[in-house]
């Protein structure tokens, strides 16, 4: 099955400072990386996703960026807030009969300090 | 993006009952569920597949006689702890997968945070 490894586990920025969270997956035939925010006591959120078929993705202070060959992707949040304060995760599917089923990396918490 | 929901937020119960969590697709249908669990500060691990209309896919080591899952309609999967202990006491949250723009996306709802006295 996929294994995914995010580092790192911790991450505390200067309010303003960017941030960049890195996981590997282990599944070369993995087609769709997101990544989500977790804020304590919520369910997690879809804040942005990339597909094997692009290298980088933008949404305003947010970007993803994939590297099929090497089996990583990263994600990197520009001018951190306070509001950034939380937990990502990323995830990969696997493949086979349970391909869609998401495999979690362990979480980054990250703390933004004002 | 999709919403979904879950009830109750939090629920508190005594050793040995059962409680039923309810995860709702609220603005689409959902022929696919998932259920995950999450202790503190970990991840989130998947416990079991709802399809609606069949049974569920549970993963290795998910007992399924004690985590009851039933995915009655489109828009609706209950998970049912059943007779249950302190050990079972985490946070329950669910997701829903929806087809977009051609690409599929998996939304989770709030969680539910069961505490077993």
């Known amino acids: 099955g996929e294994n995914v490894e995010q580092h790192p586990s911790t991450l505390s920025v200067q309010e303003g400072d960017s941030a960049v969270i890195k996981c590997t997956y282990s599944d070369s035939a993995s087609n769709y990386f997101p990544w989500y925010k977790q804020e304590l006591g919520k369910g997690p959120q879809l804040i942005i996703d990339i597909r094997s078929n692009v290298g980088e993705k933008k949404d305003q202070r947010i970007a993803v960026t994939l590297n099929k060959t090497a089996k990583h992707f990263s994600l990197h949040i520009t001018e951190t807030q306070p509001e950034d304060s939380a937990v990502y995760f990323c995830?990969?599917?696997?493949?086979?009969?349970?391909?869609?089923?998401?495999?979690f990396g362990k979480g980054t918490k990250l703390s933004v300090i004002p | 993006g999709a919403v979904v929901s879950q009830h109750p937020s939090r629920v508190i119960c005594k050793s040995g009952t059962s409680v039923k969590i309810e995860c709702r697709s609220l603005d689409f249908q959902a022929t696919t569920m998932f259920w995950y669990r999450q202790f503190p500060k970990q991840s989130l691990m998947l416990m079991a597949t709802?399809?609606?209309?069949?049974?569920?896919?549970?993963e290795q080591g998910v007992e399924k006689d004690k985590f009851l899952i039933n995915h009655a309609s489109l828009t609706l999967s209950t998970l049912t702890v059943t007779s249950a202990h302190p050990e079972d006491s985490s946070f329950y949250i669910c997701s829903a997968r929806v087809l977009a723009s051609g690409s599929t996306q998996e939304y989770f709802g709030p969680g539910t945070r069961l505490t077993v006295l």
């Open positions: 995830a990969a599917p696997g493949s086979g009969a349970g391909s869609y089923q998401l495999t």
């Open positions: 709802s399809n609606e209309g069949s049974k569920a896919t549970y």
